[in-house]
């Protein structure tokens, strides 16, 4: 059997030893997979991180939004819970945002089409249920991993 990474240093320095992943680590794997088996899964979570670089990428987006939004992470999901709550308690501030981004004359107008896409977006009923089961699936989710990571392994997630 062919080992790599940290599995293989540990193998190398002791061939009998077992290699145990962690299930934080495990859990995370699925989650990927399983919203990548999704596509509307993949839209919403494309549209969070659309949301949060669309306010990042200005300090004047910024100002105009005037509370919080967090990006996404491949390898930890609880920035995914992180963005995704982000979006629920902001959410009235964030299309408040976006709609004087839009009825600005004064932006450009490639930043007023950005805004009013992902407006529209936000205005979608489909996007509005998917925050909230998104919010709760990746809070309890985040719950899990911390939990066992802590309890089995006193690693930090």
Same mark, same amino acid.
């Given at each position: ?11 190398? %320095? ?19 997979? %399983?919203?990548?088996? *999704?596509? $509307? ?7 969070? $991180? ?16 005037? %509370? ?14 992180? %963005?995704?709550?982000?979006? /629920? ?6 299309? /408040?945002?976006? /709609? ?12 007023? /089409? ?34 066992? *990571? $802590? ?7």
């Amino acid at each position: 059997m062919y080992y790599a990474g940290l599995q293989a240093k540990i193998k190398e %320095a002791n061939p009998l030893a077992k290699f145990v992943p962690c299930s934080a680590h495990s859990l995370n794997l699925v989650g990927t997979n %399983a919203v990548d088996c *999704c596509t $509307q899964a993949v839209l919403f979570f494309n549209l969070l $991180q659309n949301v949060y670089t669309f306010f990042t990428a200005s300090t004047h987006r910024w100002k105009v939004l005037n %509370a919080s939004v967090k990006g996404l992470s491949e390898t930890r999901w609880s920035a995914r819970d992180n %963005a995704c709550q982000s979006l /629920n308690k902001n959410w009235s501030l964030i299309i /408040n945002a976006l /709609n004087l981004i839009n009825n600005d004359d004064t932006e450009k107008t490639l930043t007023r /089409n950005e805004a009013s896409g992902i407006l529209n977006k936000l205005n979608n009923l489909e996007t509005a249920f998917l925050s909230i089961f998104w919010g709760q699936i990746l809070h309890r989710f985040n719950l899990t991993i911390i939990t066992s *990571c $802590q309890y089995r392994f006193g690693c930090s997630v």
